[in-house]
């Protein structure tokens, strides 16, 4: 990164290990990222991040239900309390709850068809995003970049 996370920090002490100036480069280019999307969820359909993200996966589950378990394990930034997520997407009329089949304790949650419309109406800049984005890395970098991430998330370090 040559200087460049330190530039972005504006710090001028050397980093404690190579490890932390690539951790924090990763934890800024994510940011940098999904700042617009953030943004243009709240502005387009008045949704946060991980209430889309519960949104993707109840449609792609669709129309069979999730227990929030369930959802929880699939979104992409984990959320200690899918329960509150559900009950505002509830609220809103994007998502319908029910009890299990199976198990009646279990509540299970559904999309409804309000929430399948936002989608929708989402569907193309979801498209056109990640071109936005990441386009001018052009092919090659990509390849490279998907190749040291796929490497990072199969054997991260623990801690602590």
């Not at 378990?69 to 984990?78: A, F, P, Q, V």
């Not at 198990?103 to 068809?113: A, F, L, S, Y």
């Amino acid at each position: 990164m040559a200087g460049g996370v330190a530039r972005e920090l504006k710090q001028k002490r050397a980093f404690s290990s190579r490890e932390q100036e690539v951790l924090l480069g990763i934890r800024i280019a994510a940011a940098r990222i999904t700042e617009p999307w953030d943004k243009f969820l709240k502005a387009t359909a008045s949704l946060t991040p991980n209430q889309y993200n519960v949104l993707r996966i109840l449609r792609g589950s669709h129309p069979a239900r999730l227990a929030c378990g369930d959802i929880s394990e699939r979104m992409i930034t984990r959320d200690p309390d899918v329960t509150r997520l559900v009950d505002r997407l509830s609220r809103l009329g994007l998502v319908s709850r029910a009890r299990g089949r199976r198990d009646r304790r279990v509540v299970e949650i559904g999309i409804t068809e309000k929430g399948q419309q936002i989608l929708l109406t989402l569907d193309e800049h979801v498209a056109r995003f990640p071109k936005a984005m990441l386009g001018h890395l052009g092919p090659t970098k990509l390849e490279q970049l998907s190749a040291l991430l796929e490497a990072v998330m199969a054997d991260l370090g623990t801690f602590p």
